[in-house]
């Protein structure tokens, strides 16, 4: 098969190796990558293993005693320059984002605004890593807090964000002073690459970048959390995963920061702006296709408005367009691979099955290969499948219910607890609601959390992993707090 080209501006940006201690490595054993929407090859990309991660590893550590010392104005500065380049590449990336994901060209662009605004916002945080000094205890006593960079970190990213995902995890630890080895998802690597092309271009030195990509995941996994120099680990992906690396990580007792599945919520109550909370749910549901940990899984809406709701929400849906993603035209692409075709073809079936009503799609679409069409169900109960597992597909399943309380009690009722949504205008309402429900984020009348960029606290609670990217706090995960106590001072 031929590899299908993709136009860029600047063609440096589709690199095929990966960076390892400062120089770029090919390999006889590679893999393809294709682009979901047309099947085409789009590259054949290393298939590295437990040796080169290990060498990757050794550069980190090496580069780490010297980064971590560089001022953190230096180190801000390197993180402005990244930034100054990603921001310039933005629209080439976005297409190879596009060409290996799927997503529409309008909204990979939108993942590489908020791509870049946790490099923006890391750049200037490098420079506010403060300390504590504590009151004086007893006489002759000073005590200090101190912050430290927590030393060399693996990032282990998601397909469905690829940019987005390396960004939100490197730009804080590189403004800590943290060095990397960074592996993307299979179905994903050449945006993660082109990211770390551009860091390089930036001038971050020799070895404080890394990246290691392979079909092999579970080979690259046991070496990072094996190993002992590695720290701490980021991973965004499956709860199932997220346990294996915590499981993996226990001998060594790494940090880690699990962003993982979710379930979310999203609860429409009959004093909500109803053409508001369908506006939400447009956004929130088939952005990515509903490929996204956030993206609402249940959708509870109150008896009185709930025929007149899901009435609105199926023309808003009827009007989505389908197709590959580098046409103007479509607003959704296709799914990552038949996979996920068939886990929301479970779902829907499943549900069907137990009563369930098809208000729009329902079926793969007829474009064939991994589209699928934007899916409404009706008369969703509990014991469907899709009322308690991610989907992670087009499908909005619709729920019937009386009560705030019985609302709360629906959406606390599983074992995730990453982001929920409701949208209702009274506002004791709003803070009862907003501190019931048991997640990390709330969104409340609103669907979307990706268009406050790098300013909010992203993560999760219960089996949604633990860890915040992002905001004031997402630094935190990547420092030490090193308590220092002075004697004799007087
Ligand atoms: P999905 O099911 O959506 O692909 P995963 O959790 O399997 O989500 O994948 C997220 C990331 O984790 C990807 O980069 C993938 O390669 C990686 N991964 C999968 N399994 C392992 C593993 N056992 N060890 C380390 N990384 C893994």
Redesign the pocket.
Known sequence: MKISKIALKNKSLLVNKCLINGKWVGSKKTFKVHNPSTGDLIAEIPDLGKKETSAAIDAAEKAFYLWSKVPAIERSKILKNWHKLVVENADDIAKILTTEQGKPLSDAKGEMNYAISFIEWFAEEAKRIYGDIMPDPIKNKRLMALKQPVGVCAA?????FPAAMITRKCAPGFAAGCTFVI?????TPLTAIALVKLAEDAGFPKGVINIVTSLE??E???E??SNIKIRKIS????T???R??MKQSAPTLKKLSLELGGCAPFIVFEDANLDHAVQGLMLGKFRNGGQACVSPNRIYVQEKIYNTFVKKFVIEVKKLVVGDGMAAKSTMGPLIDERAILKVQDHIKDAVKKGATVETGGKPHKLGGNFFEPTVLSNVTKKMKCASEET?GPLAPFIKFKTEQEVIAYANSTDFGLASYFFSKDIARIWRVAEAIESGMVGVNTGLYANSGAHLPFGGVKQSGFGREGSRYGIDDYLEIKALSFGNIE
Request: hydrophobic content about 40%; overall charge negative.
């Open positions: 282990i990213t998601p397909w469905n592996k993307p998802a299979e179905q995941p579970e690259i996994g046991a990072i959390t991973f965004t992906g499956s199932e995963v997220g294996i690396l992670f």
